[in-house]
């Protein structure tokens, strides 16, 4: 039987649109789908690697790593007004191609967290820095600064907090507008926290130790005016066994309780590792644990493992779902 040319090339590529798009999370469908490839509008996978996440004006903005294979290239920032479908904003903050620059090509910029400061109008992002072609000797908190929140950030500057190494790290803005850098030193052996100057560019000398126990890539929320901390232990790229640990006060003392993972693979966070907890605006105790799962041979093909935080007789609990949607904080 004889087909004609406009009728085959169409068959053809509807075969490999579906080839294509088999188990990836497209930008029309609302649902979260762990571990499997997200692409942004454009049909491109979004490239957002140890990221958070910044809620203001009704929309959310995603900032993350943008990743080759190995290298660093730079802060991403996508947007969404649902959380499901993501609008590729660009670069928020680029590397520079001055080679004296601290965050020049060959340089590492990591963890990208950004808030905002209603006094002075900034959007201020921190990030753990390493200087370009030094390996992770720096262990540097790196600085930024824009008026929009989609950037472009401007660099201002990198230190170590109070004198300590400063590598995996996150802020939290509490009820006050007070925020908090949280952060590891001294080789990953310590997690610390530091209050931040009122424009939030700084480090004040409020710096405590939380605890000694090699932990990184820490994520905090708070509920029912309990603090939740938790951590993934220090194996390089590979997954592990992550740690949760409350307190009344972001200073401390920090109880260590049970791991809220539940589920295959629970022992080694599904494969992941956090990078941050998400509050859901407008749903009361609706929280997102945010984790990246690692690919150390191709940076840019890690994925993203979201899902829901639950709370059974008063604890977190975090159970894989293949997939989800935000239906079920109303259950």
């Keep these: 039987m004889r087909v004609s040319a406009n009728v085959l090339l169409l068959a053809m590529s509807f075969f490999l649109g579906c080839q294509t798009q088999k188990g990836n999370i497209s930008n029309k469908e609302k649902a979260f789908k762990p571990g499997s490839i997200w692409n942004d509008n454009n049909g491109e996978v979004i490239n957002a690697h140890g990221g958070g996440i910044l809620y203001i004006n ?7 790593e943008k990743r080759g294979k190995s290298a660093s290239e730079g802060v991403a920032v996508y947007s969404s007004k649902d959380l499901y479908r993501w609008k590729n904003e ?27 400061n209603a006094k002075t109008k900034k959007y201020v992002m921190w990030f753990h820095l390493e200087l370009p072609n030094k390996g992770y000797s720096a262990a540097r908190a790196g600085v930024a600064v824009s008026d929009k929140a989609t950037g472009p950030f401007v660099y201002l500057k ?24 949280i952060y ?32 990184e890539a820490p994520a905090v929320f708070k509920k029912d005016g309990l603090y939740y ?11 592990n066994k992550a740690s949760l640990h409350t307190s009344t006060s972001l200073f ?11 589920g295959p693979l629970a022992e080694k966070t599904f ?43 008063g604890k977190p609990l975090i159970t894989w779902q293949d997939a989800w949607n935000l239906d079920a904080f109303n259950q």
Aim: hydrophobic share 35%; charged share 25%.
């Design 58 to 64: 009704k929309t959310y903005y995603w900032y993350g």
């Design 158 to 181: 990198s230190f170590r907090p109070n004198g300590h190494m400063s590598r995996d790290m996150t802020l939290y803005v509490d009820d006050d507008a007070t925020a908090y850098h």
């Design 90 to 116: 660009g670069i928020a903050l680029a590397k520079s191609n001055d080679r004296n620059s601290e965050i020049a090509v060959g340089g590492l910029v990591e963890r990208p967290k950004v808030i905002y």
């Design 229 to 239: 901390l938790i951590t993934s232990g220090c194996t390089g790229w590979a997954p």
């Design 184 to 215: 590891s030193a001294r080789e990953n052996y310590d997690l610390r926290i530091t209050k931040l100057t009122d424009d939030y560019l700084s480090a004040t000398t409020e710096d405590t130790l939380l605890f000694s126990s090699h932990r």
């Design 252 to 262: 401390g003392p920090w109880k260590l309780v049970e791991d809220p993972m539940n």
């Design 271 to 313: 494969n992941g590792q956090s990078t941050y907890i998400l509050p859901i605006a407008g749903k009361k105790d609706a929280f997102v644990f945010m984790a990246d799962k690692w690919n150390p041979k191709d940076l840019k093909d890690s994925r993203y493992l979201w899902l829901p935080i639950q709370f059974k007789d």
